[in-house]
């Protein structure tokens, strides 16, 4: 852990005096030296555009850059390069599945099924598909402990459903749902799965093919990548079926004056200069976490969760949200009646970050009646001190608002 730990300069710091405990990791990752210096040494030695240079830079950056397509097709097992769309991230990967194909298949009578957990980048898309198109958006039922059942999933999806949308891991509750299961139901309505992956993909293995989804979405900035740079995988055959959302140079094939025809998967999504440096940064960050082993990620993280689950449990005035097995590498809570945001500015004064509000999820923070929520989210270089650390920082807290705490 220490050797983990080492990569990554940031946390070698103090923060109103104290070491920085740096939990907020399901916002946004930090970065290992690796990514650092690859997208460091891009800038100050292949610096160019892909693809139409035919100079020694140009070669070079194309190289790196189609480089990392490989590298993420092998990171979650597709089938191949051409399935795989790099975007800015994933909301830019779900509006690019809910714009270009959702819009051109759903119709009055049709329906698309999400669930009350979803992330506003999962959830607004499809609200502006059905707005336009006539379709239903329908919603899974949820259990008490923040899961879905495959039972209420069978019954909420039928033959009209078109498209089905669920995130993989709930980046409030924890939850991690069963998408293969799920995806099974939706192609048996002859239904489209597409998955949220951008608390997945970071943390666990994930073998798209396994899964048999048709989509599935992530964030290079969530596992240890730059911003600006996440990925769409789609099934080959639906990617030829749909149409760009962004046209310009980079994704054309041939233009006249009155008309034009696109490239090959996978640049006809990719309009403009692609954002190259994100994707060397990706390609060093899949490089860094194979490394580790997303295997040795995931127990890390379950047993980090688990132990923090048990300790934030030995605090008298503390709710905590989601289930309490079979969870993700985080722990959303609150403190009495104090508001998470001063529970937050609270304990940055003892060095320890974690994210307050409603998370991007306003319809799960009404679920869960309440208006937001304090979340502690765990990664590879996060430790059980680390959880101590927070533990002893909410008792201050509590006392700090006059409540007795543990």
């Known amino acids: 852990m220490q050797l983990i730990r080492e990569q990554f300069p940031i946390l070698h710091q103090d923060i109103n005096g104290h070491p ?29 555009n892909v693809h139409r240079g035919v100079h020694t830079l140009g070669s070079r950056a194309t190289d790196a850059y189609e480089g990392a397509r490989e590298k993420v097709a092998k990171f979650i097992h597709a089938a191949s ?3 795989i769309i790099f975007t800015r991230g994933t909301t830019a990967s779900l509006n690019l599945v809910a714009s270009s194909y959702a819009r051109a298949v759903c119709g009055e009578g049709d329906e698309i099924v999400i669930t009350p957990m979803e992330h506003h980048a999962n959830l607004i898309p499809w609200q502006q598909v059905v707005k336009a198109t006539g379709a239903t958006l329908k919603y899974i039922p949820m ?29 409030v509750l924890g939850t991690i749902n069963p998408i293969k299961e799920i995806t099974a139901i939706a192609h048996r309505h002859g239904a489209v799965m597409v998955v949220d992956g951008a608390q997945s993909a970071p943390h666990m293995k994930v073998d798209v093919q396994d899964l048999d989804c048709d989509f599935y979405a992530f964030s290079g900035h969530k ?26 140079g980079e994704m054309i094939d041939h233009v006249d004056l009155t008309d034009a025809t696109w490239k090959e998967l996978p640049w006809k999504f990719e309009g403009g200069t692609p954002i190259i440096a994100g994707a060397v940064g990706l390609g060093a960050a899949i490089d860094f976490l194979t490394e580790i082993g997303l295997d040795v990620i995931e127990e890390h993280e379950h047993k980090l969760s688990a132990y923090a ?5 030995t605090l008298d005035d503390i709710t905590i949200y989601g289930p309490v097995q079979n969870r993700s590498g ?58 101590d650390r927070l533990v002893d920082a909410l008792k201050q807290t509590g006392e700090f608002f006059g409540h007795a705490i543990g």
Not at 20 to 48: F, G, H, M
């Open 20 to 48: 920085l405990i740096y939990l907020d990791s399901a916002a946004t990752s930090q970065k290992p030296r690796s990514v650092i210096d690859a997208v460091k040494r891009y800038y100050e030695w292949d610096n160019a």
């Open 81 to 83: 390069t051409q399935e």
């Open 143 to 171: 259990q008490p402990d923040g899961t879905i059942t495959i039972e209420d999933v069978e019954k909420t999806i039928t033959n009209r459903t078109k498209i089905v949308s669920v995130t993989h891991v709930s980046n």
């Open 223 to 248: 596992m240890c990548a730059p911003t600006g740079i996440g990925v769409l995988y789609g099934k080959k055959a639906l990617l030829e079926s749909m149409e760009p959302i962004e046209f310009g």
């Open 309 to 313: 689950y048990d300790r934030l449990l």
């Open 330 to 387: 985080l722990v959303t809570f609150n403190l009495g009646d104090v508001h998470p945001h001063d529970v937050a500015t609270v304990l940055d004064t003892k060095g320890v970050a974690v994210r307050a509000g409603h998370h991007c999820c306003q319809p799960l923070m009404r679920w869960l009646n309440v208006s937001s929520t304090a979340r502690a989210s765990f990664y590879l270089y996060n430790t059980e001190e680390d959880v």
